[in-house]
């Protein structure tokens, strides 16, 4: 056997599976099943120690920030992982075709093959070593429309990841004023009863189902976007979802109606997004332990939305139903929460807390606001 082929074997194979791993990723606009990728194994691999050592640091901003950094520099060292295999992949082909080049000065070896790789994939053209076989200049000729084709695709990949951040994030910040910082069901609910109030809510839980149906539909083809942090600390695409799925058990348990309805019906896709994305990240789950809401809890919440007009059924049946729903994607969202490092909400807040929309660093009246918005929900 020629002592080049292995060399030409093991190019080929890494090249096609950097290659297809890349078409995967940013090209094929859905979800890819199979576990064995480069991708999935480059954000295990990376993942893992960075969550790891997060939680060594104490709770609270600079956690945060830690984390908040690993969406955008992950995203830029899969890139830069693809395009070191693809140079060592043409050099490997390089080397296992004879190491046909001119390399003035010094004998041809593996490192001249790779550095005619880098240099033609990276368009630098130095021209200080040269292909001078016809199978070679073919290598290079290839290599150097990959290349080229590889950046095009790169540099038309990062604004779609950032347009799909963005989208998601408008809903969680209009989510601030209405279920609080962080967003829990028992607030939503509080800031909805009002005369009226269960219409304004159909419609937000209107639209929270296409988000839903649009989340799901990013995160699965692009699913580090489930590492991009939201812009405050207290806010995140999990638990503003958590925080709606609870609604709608709520409702779905306790209310009868057109806004019932529509809450099945943003629970349904609300739901899939999350067993979905679970499956992406094998995130087995776990069994809840349903310590996120106590019985003297939701009869509190019961007790404070009566007054105000919205009445949730105290029946046994309610609560075997509600208890059903909640069984449906609390194991799902403990366990990406744990994985993601992302504290899953309340169903309701545990203290009173202000928004994010009154607090800053410069005003100091976010009481005044505060108390304003006390005044509001009273008058409602």
């Known amino acids: 056997m020629d002592m080049t082929t292995p060399a030409l074997v093991a190019g080929l194979?890494?090249?096609?599976?950097?290659?297809?791993?890349?078409?995967?990723?940013?090209?094929?606009?859905?979800?890819?099943?199979?576990r064995v990728r480069l991708a999935r194994l480059f954000y295990r691999f990376t993942w893992r120690p960075w969550s790891a050592i997060t939680r060594r640091l104490p709770a609270g901003k600079r956690r945060e920030s830690f984390l908040s950094f690993f969406g955008p520099l992950s995203l830029l060292f899969l890139v830069t992982f693809w395009a070191l295999g693809l140079v060592l992949s043409f050099g490997l082909l390089q080397y296992g075709c004879g190491s046909e080049v001119a390399a003035p000065g010094r004998a041809p070896d593996f490192i001249t093959d790779l550095y005619l790789s880098a240099t033609t994939f990276f368009t630098l053209g130095m021209g200080d070593v040269t292909p001078h076989s016809g199978l070679a200049r073919m290598l290079t000729a290839i290599e150097a429309g990959v290349g080229f084709g590889f950046l095009a695709i790169v540099i038309g990949y990062l604004p779609v990841?950032?347009?799909?951040?963005?989208?998601?994030?408008?809903?969680?910040?209009?989510?601030?004023?209405?279920?609080?910082?962080?967003?829990?069901?028992?607030?939503?609910?509080?800031?909805?009863?009002?005369?009226g109030g269960l219409d304004a809510l159909q419609r937000l839980l209107s639209d929270w189902e296409r988000w839903s149906a649009e989340l799901m539909e990013s995160h699965l083809s692009y699913p580090m976007l489930a590492y991009f942090r939201s812009q405050h600390d207290n806010q995140s695409w999990l638990a503003s979802m958590t925080a709606i799925l609870d609604t709608c058990a709520l409702l779905m348990a306790g209310v009868e109606g057109a806004c019932a309805r529509q809450a099945e019906l943003t629970f349904a896709i609300a739901r899939h997004a999350i067993v979905d994305l679970a499956q992406i990240f094998i995130a087995r789950p776990d069994a809840a332990d349903g310590g996120r809401l106590g019985a003297e809890a939701l009869q509190s919440l019961r007790t404070n939305l009566a007054p105000r007009g919205l009445h949730l059924s105290s029946s046994?049946?309610?609560?075997?139903?509600?208890?059903?729903?909640?069984?449906?994607?609390?194991?799902?969202?403990?366990?990406?929460?744990?994985?993601?490092?992302?504290?899953?909400p309340a169903l309701i807040p545990e203290a009173a807390r202000k928004d994010n929309w009154q607090t800053t660093v410069w005003d100091r009246s976010s009481a005044v606001l505060h108390d304003a918005r006390g005044i509001r929900d009273d008058h409602h």
């Open 13 to 34: 194979a890494l090249l096609l599976t950097v290659l297809w791993d890349a078409f995967e990723t940013m090209v094929l606009p859905r979800r890819v099943t199979r």
């Open 161 to 195: 990841i950032y347009q799909s951040f963005s989208r998601r994030e408008v809903n969680i910040s209009l989510l601030d004023a209405r279920a609080g910082s962080p967003p829990t069901a028992g607030e939503l609910l509080r800031r909805h009863a009002f005369p």
């Open 316 to 344: 046994a049946a309610a609560d075997q139903r509600l208890a059903q729903l909640r069984a449906l994607y609390e194991p799902y969202v403990t366990t990406l929460g744990r994985y993601l490092n992302l504290e899953i």
